[in-house]
């Protein structure tokens, strides 16, 4: 047997992994209310969370040992993910990491400061060569920046940092021109360098689609709680089918994407070449179905959902807020697409029966 076959069908947690889980669970419950998430609107950021998280060795785990790190998995990340997105966490956690293991990648030396998270460093998670000024979601609180200027992978520094924007995500987004940038230091260039950060891309992706699970899954726990406890006719409106079916839905998008994350995450560790579309197909998945599940979580609260102090207000900005940080998602179902159709054809060299009549002319235009 394959040393890989019944791994590439099980993505069960280990007890270190569901340790893991559980740690972190805990850490933003205890540390990340709902009064913490709405305090760090304005800034997009609570500092004080992040050294705490930080001090737990959130940020060294997602290095290699060569680079200082504790070589944690991409599946473990996610669980780490998920807990960030279940309690809003207002810290550039997913960002930072899929940042510094690009520099890892990249070997770039001293990176004591990054790995503890005392130095932040963000990533342009946009696809494709982009020029000139761009939205990216760390700007406003970033030391560093890294972005692809055509061929190079760039390290941005700006004093003072870019202003942040108000955003749908209360994200520390802002405006970025790498010409403007204070310092600037190529990293890389070429095609290497190119699939360096491809890599990164993937992986911010994943580890998004990730946080947008546990998102998903604590709006869907609002919704029930709260379905659970209002009565029409003497009856919970839980029991209503036009409840208790979307919430079934809900329950099926967090369990489908959790699942597809996970395996995504295993064949990025360990068979990045056999499936590299999954990381995008998550992303796709999770970005369709977290705005309309969180959506849906309004609904069944009604008037009180839609008010400004409610969590439920707050998980649905973040779900349609999140899913655009890296651009229009449409930009990745397409970068699918693209990595699914080049695969196939590597696989299946030739070339296709010509077509006749009616459709040849309509391939010839």
Known sequence: MDRYELRR???????????????????????????????????GFDRDLWERLCAT?????????????????????????????????PVPWIDHVCAA???????????????????????????????????????????????????????????????RIENLGKLPMAWVDPADATHRKILASGPTASTAFGRALDEWRLLTASALVGLVEQAMRIAAEFAKTRYTLGVPISSLQGISHPLANMAIAVEGGRALARKAA????????????????????????????????????????????????????????????GGDPADTARHVAQVVVKKRSAQSPVAPLAPAGADAALAAV
Not at 24 to 34: D, G, I, M, V
Not at 269 to 291: I, Q
Request: charged share 25%; proline share 4%; hydrophobic share 45%.
């Open 101 to 163: 293991r690009l520099l890892a990648c990249l070997d770039v030396q001293e990176l004591a400061a990054i790995a503890s998270g005392k130095r932040i460093v963000g990533l342009d998670p946009h696809l494709g060569n982009v020029t000139g000024s761009r939205l990216i979601p760390t700007a406003s609180i970033a030391d560093d920046l890294i972005v692809r200027d055509g061929d190079d992978i760039v390290l941005l520094t700006f004093d003072p940092v870019p202003e």
């Open 9 to 43: 069908e099980d993505y069960s947690l280990s007890e270190d992994q569901l340790d893991l889980q559980n740690a972190y669970a805990k850490f933003f419950e205890t540390h990340c209310t709902h009064e913490t998430v709405h305090a760090a609107e304005p800034e």
């Open 57 to 89: 060795g959130a940020t060294t785990m997602a290095l290699p040992e060569r680079a200082g790190g504790d070589g944690a998995t991409l599946v473990d990340l996610t669980l780490v993910a998920e807990e960030v997105g279940r309690y809003l966490a």
């Open 266 to 325: 295993w064949f990025l560790d360990n068979e990045p070449e056999v499936r590299p579309e999954l990381a995008g197909a998550a992303f796709v998945f999770m970005t369709e179905e977290a705005s309309r599940a969180a959506t849906m979580s309004v609904h069944v609260q009604g008037g009180l959902g839609v008010s400004t102090e409610a969590a439920a207000s707050a998980y649905l900005v973040r779900a349609r807020g999140w899913s655009l940080a």
